[in-house]
């Protein structure tokens, strides 16, 4: 029999918190309180967390603070007893799921994990996915202190992904994904794509507009009045009718890597909103499932570090499957 994806977890309960006293370490510095007891309250609704701050319930150095105050080192934050209903019913990660997460891990250090992300599963839970990466990591780890997504992966898309596991680790990850200079983070893509990719084509430069459609979808365009996006592509292999393609996004546009191939002529295999549908048809009768796009490497400067770090991941069995049934030129 094969086994769910995720165990129910047993009756609604509800536990008060004593009063704690946190001290407020280098790593946990230059935060507002409000976002400080929110990481820390996950299960607390905003709401409450305002209004204990309004009443001077929360302390740091034994004064009152507003939400905005910024938090320094050696602070002495005071939280007060606060009720928490934990969810009924709320998902747990199955055994197989976790170990194929352990198994996945990339990368490690003290501040960084890197896991090589299963294609189905969401970064994230919500809007209608109860467990994610994020989450599913949190439980794996009940005694890290920190774990917050660094950037994101649609949930079709396999490869390296980025979780920081201290608040200074993210900060410097953030800000290098927003620099577009030397010092940035590298992000490396593999794509199948329909047709015969010209080794010409070695950049798409267009601006992209994104905009929601019915129940909150996205969708993507390439418009004049959009913001300015930048993908560099390569050939790796060809095919009769496809091109294994290498695509490095400069800019963090969402689906930016989808848009440029589909406005050079060529839509990725199995795109069910950019792509061609009687094309997607063919390749699942090859066994392809899903959205062929694969983060396949990072590159990136830890703090301190002179020396580039590259993290790479094989290309998903999924997607090297088909790949092998293809007929080459």
Not at 110 to 126: C, E, F, Q, T
Not at 316 to 328: C, E, I, N, V
Request: hydrophobic share 40%; aromatic share 4%; proline share 6%.
């Amino acid at each position: 029999m094969k086994k769910a994806p995720f165990a129910q977890k047993a009756p609604e309960e509800t536990t008060v918190a004593q009063v704690q006293h946190v001290e407020i370490d280098a790593d946990q510095a230059g935060q507002r309180i409000d976002n400080f007891l929110m990481a820390r309250l996950k299960r607390v609704p905003k709401s409450r967390i305002y209004n204990i701050l309004r009443k001077g319930e929360v302390r740091v150095n034994k004064s009152r603070c507003k939400p905005d105050y910024k938090l320094a080192a050696g602070d002495i934050v005071r939280i007060p007893p606060v009720r928490i209903a934990e969810k009924a019913d709320s998902p747990q990660p199955s055994h197989v799921l976790t170990n194929k997460l352990e198994k996945s891990i990339l990368f490690e250090n003290d501040g960084l994990l890197v896991i090589n992300k299963p294609p189905g599963l969401a970064v994230h839970g919500g809007s209608g996915v109860s467990l994610g990466l994020i989450e599913v990591l949190r439980q794996m780890r009940p005694d890290a202190r920190y774990l917050e997504l660094v950037h994101r992966l649609d949930r079709d898309t396999s490869g390296c992904i980025m979780v920081a596991k201290k608040r200074s680790m993210l900060r410097h990850l953030q800000a290098a994904l927003r620099n577009k200079g030397q010092s940035g983070v590298r992000k490396v893509y593999q794509a199948l794509v329909n047709g015969v990719w010209p080794a010409a084509c070695k950049r798409v430069d267009v601006p992209l507009l994104k905009s929601e459609v019915g129940d909150g979808e996205r969708i993507v365009k390439v418009n004049p009045e959009g913001k300015p996006s930048l993908t560099e592509f390569a050939v790796l292999q060809s095919f009769r009718d496809f091109t294994l393609i290498e695509a490095r996004p400069i800019t963090g546009r969402t689906h930016q890597i989808r848009v440029h191939a589909q406005y050079a002529g060529h839509s990725l295999v199995g795109d069910e909103k950019y792509g061609n549908d009687e094309i997607n048809e063919s390749m699942r009768q090859l066994g392809l499932k899903r959205l062929f796009l694969h983060a396949a490497e990072l590159g990136f400067y830890l703090p301190d570090q002179s020396e580039l770090t590259i993290v790479r991941a094989p290309l998903a069995t999924d997607l090297a499957g088909p790949l092998s049934r293809l007929p080459k030129n």
